[in-house]
């Protein structure tokens, strides 16, 4: 299946709705009563002494993401700290990626791990708790299933098909690979300010580290990460060798892309450039910081902005 094949299989996916599991199997899942936001509370008006009014500002129309083309995928990117074997585990990193041949770009969407969400069939949750509440319930899809089917439901983004790492498997990646170089823009805990190259067990503490920082600026690193890995893939060395290391990865990585498909798109990515790649991160106009009666720190989204900003990204 080449890319117009992918893209007719998600104009397919777009036109159902997401199928609802039928008896999802109970799980022990330590996380929060799922509580909807708080609806917001109309001030009453202060008196004021009467005037001629002001004329009201013409309204700014509001930008909508354009249809899907032919050739164009989100490629929904998961990275979890998924124990082997069993156990339950968290979603640590979401990127949707959307890919644009006929545009001539592709976009990075990072999704905060700490978005409150409602989960189809579980109500209001993080949307980290997603994967694996569909991989253990048998969700169809899965996992990256259940996270898809969330991600339209709350942002109305629709995707087409996954790639999910394990941390370990961002690991052996990136060695691999030979190490990534990263511009840390600012300090972090063992971590000066200026070009370093890492190894896949440095990397991974770059992107996981939030001693003193919040999650926003967390996704904002892994996406520094993935482009760095992006980088040296793309080394004419290295391109040429991308079936072996596909290989390699056995376990670490899964995804319903077969290994064609994944090496069409690397080509694709190789033939775009650097220059092609848009990126952005949720930040404090798509959200507000909540506090659940149970005390966790979530993320609320203001879904208008959220699908203003999507539609900015992905604008040929």
């Known amino acids: 299946m080449g890319l117009l094949g992918l893209a007719h299989l998600a104009e397919a ?88 041949p006929q545009a001539g770009f592709v976009a990075l969407f990072s999704v905060p791990r700490d978005l409150w969400v409602d989960i189809p069939g579980y109500g209001y949750e993080r949307i980290n708790t997603a994967d694996y509440r569909g991989e253990v319930t048998g969700w169809p899809g899965g996992g990256p299933g259940l996270v898809g089917a969330t991600l339209e439901r709350n942002l109305g983004i629709p995707v087409h098909a996954y790639v999910r790492v394990r941390l370990q498997g961002l690991v052996k990646i990136i060695d691999t690979l030979g190490g990534i170089t990263v511009d840390v823009d600012r300090p972090y805990p063992g971590f000066a300010v200026g070009t370093q190259h890492m190894d896949g067990a440095r990397a991974l503490d770059y992107v996981r580290s939030r001693s003193t920082t919040n999650d926003l600026d967390r996704t904002r690193r892994q996406q520094q990460v993935l482009l760095a890995i992006r980088d040296a893939a793309l080394r004419p060395a290295t391109f040429l060798q991308l079936p072996r290391l596909i290989n390699t990865l056995s376990g670490t990585v899964d995804t319903d892309l077969d290994a064609g498909q994944v090496l069409r798109l690397a080509d694709l990515a190789r033939r775009l450039g650097p220059s092609a790649v848009r990126t952005r991160t949720f930040d404090t106009t798509m959200v507000t910081d909540w506090v659940t009666p149970g005390g966790a720190m979530v993320l609320l989204y203001d879904r208008a902005r959220v699908e203003e900003v999507w539609a900015e990204l992905t604008a040929p």
């Open 13 to 100: 996916r777009q036109a159902q709705p997401p199928p609802v599991p039928t008896a999802p199997v109970a799980v022990q899942v330590p996380v929060e009563v799922p509580i909807a936001p708080p609806a917001a509370i109309p001030a009453s008006p202060s008196p004021q002494p009467s005037a001629t009014p002001a004329p009201s500002p013409t309204p700014r129309p509001r930008r909508t993401a354009v249809p899907l083309q032919p050739g164009d995928l989100n490629v929904l990117l998961l990275g979890c700290d998924r124990p082997n074997p069993g156990g339950d585990w968290r979603t640590d990193t979401l990127v949707i990626v959307a890919i644009r």
